[in-house]
């Protein structure tokens, strides 16, 4: 029993030491204030008073930049509310709306009494005409007295949401800190104490944000370098000239490649178009029922069978296939280059780290943004259009390859190779199987991001289904469009149904 009881103040002594090397400031409060905290199951009220007279200064400088911010954000419209009821301008844009009006007025007066003058036919016009601004200037005006009358409210108001936020800051200020101390248990490189960096780029944050908000909303107009970025524009002119000569070299220097690249999509997706456009209707719609017979089952199979009548007995039978030829070629270049991409990027973390971000300018880029130098390298047509839907579309395949690969349990591929697999039978008969659900995902989004590019594709030349959207946009067509806008739908559901099939 007496072994028991040292054990215990022995671990309650090294608790007590791991809060002081924690906190180092005030250790004997917070040790008593965690031991509350920790000695009930539900939430303990406690009350930090610095944790609220700092607020989110206090909160920065102890590493919890989340809940700094978020205070932040509500202290600054505390502050906000209260300059501006006390000492701001509340009615400084109906005000502002009344000299423009006063200046029309002015005019209307001065034509009024030409008119009279003149006994002109236009004097009752000219009247009603100074009658209503006049009524309107009254107007405004009565409202800018009610809003000015307001600004004591607007002040109590700040002032009651900022002494919440106070409060707010201080009763919840040590359980986040014991959160964040538990945290640092178990991780060291947690920020601990009250790093001077922390505290003194708080209290710069804080003033800079508090400052320029309050002074822009509550004295519009007067600082106008709050609103307006400070630029010159000899610097846009000097970028533009520099992105210009960039692509005239690439596209100079660059022609033979460019030229190689654009004549072998070109005969894949000739090649396609021949094989979709000139078979006859019967053996490509019976091919396509067929594959998803054997892929998904007689229902898919039915639905493939609906929506093929739907394209053909509506005249978009042949726009398909050329739309199927163009996405085909996308898709299966995607495809070829992403598997293999990615199984190598799946086993060389540093290499896929390096092509990582540019993978997300492929897919976060706007597609009218990208078609600009696609067009300068390519030209206009189909194989422009072919190069824009991989640029959009093929980074799915190859993220999701590296996630079923990395997937991989290790375990299994030890037993693998403990029992002599080489690396050709590992990655041929346990990494590509167990990750294949992940790629043949991959691919399924590949093919729809590609199908969702038909009808920007047809911007620059790309045939198809999308010319007839595209088409409807115009003219404002709305059945074209609708009805276009289906058989684009119906060839992405028959495409996911034979990729995916229907597999549990």
Request: hydrophobic share 50%.
């Amino acid at each position: 029993m007496k072994h028991f009881e040292n054990r215990e103040a022995s671990l309650e002594s090294d608790s007590k030491q791991r809060i002081i090397e924690f906190v180092r400031t005030n250790p004997e409060y917070y040790i008593q204030k965690f031991g509350d905290i920790n000695s009930r199951s539900g939430f303990t009220l406690t009350f930090n008073f610095w944790a609220g007279v700092l607020g989110p200064v206090w909160y920065a400088a102890r590493g919890l930049w989340n809940w700094a911010l978020t205070f932040l954000i509500i202290e600054t419209f505390a502050f906000v509310q209260i300059v501006r009821g006390f000492f701001g301008d509340l009615a400084s844009e109906a005000w502002e709306r009344i000299t423009r009006i006063e200046g029309t007025l002015e005019l209307r007066r001065s034509q009024l009494a030409a008119a009279i003058e003149n006994n002109s036919e236009k004097i009752d016009v000219y009247k009603r005409t100074v009658a209503s601004l006049e009524e309107n200037i009254g107007g405004i005006r009565e409202e800018a007295i009610k809003l000015e009358e307001t600004g004591i409210w607007v002040a109590i108001s700040g002032i009651i949401i900022l002494v919440l936020v106070k409060l707010a800051q201080a009763i919840y200020a040590n359980t986040v800190l014991e959160r964040r101390f538990s945290d640092w248990l178990s991780d060291n490189s947690i920020v601990s104490g009250l790093p001077i960096k922390h505290m003194i780029l708080g209290t710069l944050f804080f003033l800079v944000i508090v400052a320029a908000t309050v002074l822009n909303y509550s004295f519009p107009g007067i600082y106008p370098f709050l609103v307006n970025f400070p630029t010159e524009p000899g610097i846009r002119l000097t970028s533009i000239n520099w992105v210009e000569k960039f692509f005239t070299y690439s596209v100079s220097k660059g022609e033979v490649f460019f030229d190689a690249i654009t004549f072998g999509i070109r005969w894949i997706l000739d090649s396609l178009e021949l094989v979709f456009v000139k078979t006859p209707w019967m053996v490509i719609a019976s091919f396509i029922i067929l594959l998803t017979w054997l892929s998904a089952g007689v229902r898919a199979a039915i639905y493939c069978t609906a929506f093929l009548l739907y394209m053909g007995l509506l005249g978009f039978w042949e726009k398909a296939m050329i739309t199927l030829a163009l996405l085909g070629t996308a898709a299966c270049l995607s495809i070829v280059i992403g598997i293999p991409l990615g199984m190598f990027c799946a086993r060389r973390p540093r290499f896929y780290s390096f092509i990582r971000p540019i993978m997300d300018f492929m897919q976060t880029m706007p597609a009218f943004v990208f078609m600009i130098p696609v067009i300068a390298f390519f030209g206009t047509g189909k194989p422009a259009a072919v190069v824009t839907t991989m640029i959009f579309g093929g980074t799915p395949v190859v993220r999701l390859t590296v996630l079923g690969l990395r997937g991989v349990p290790e375990h299994v591929r030890e037993a693998a190779i403990s029992f002599g697999a080489s690396k050709f039978y590992l990655l041929s008969k346990v990494d590509l199987p167990l990750a294949g659900p992940s790629i043949r995902a991959g691919i399924n989004q590949t093919i729809m991001l590609s199908l969702a590019m038909v009808v920007v594709a047809s911007l620059i030349g790309a045939k198809g289904l999308g010319e007839d959207v595209l088409e409807a946009l115009q003219y404002a067509n709305v059945g074209q469009g609708i009805l276009a806008g289906f058989a684009i739908l119906f060839c992405s559901m028959i495409l996911d149904r034979i990729v995916q099939g229907n597999r549990k």
